[in-house]
């Protein structure tokens, strides 16, 4: 059962739950890893895949055009990208930082 985390848990307590759970080894998550896993991983790749052939066919033919939206895209999709990155990068150091506290 997975550690679920509830306003009146401590971090701690969460550590301790976590703690607890059985680790798997590098050959039980091999097995675990089914032909359904390896289907969604690649429709995943797939998909990433053909929204980049579209997008240079449709004449986005450098970088430039691709990462600026060819200098043509709105406030708001701009304004929604910055602010996803930055959420991102905010709970990729958090998560790290409240390991090194918590855990060591």
Do not use: C
């Amino acid at each position: 059962m997975a550690a679920s985390w509830t306003d009146s848990q401590s971090y701690q307590d969460i550590i301790d739950e976590v703690r607890k759970q059985k680790l798997y080894s590098k050959d039980e998550l091999i097995e675990k890893f089914g032909w359904e896993e390896y289907f969604i991983f690649a429709m995943m790749l797939a998909v990433s895949a053909g929204i980049g052939i579209f997008f240079y066919w449709r004449g986005q033919h450098n970088n430039a055009q691709f990462l600026l939206g060819g200098k043509s895209m709105g406030t708001l999709p701009m304004t929604m990208s910055l602010i996803a990155r930055y959420e991102a990068t905010f709970q990729l150091l958090q998560s790290n930082n409240v390991l090194k506290k918590y855990v060591t």
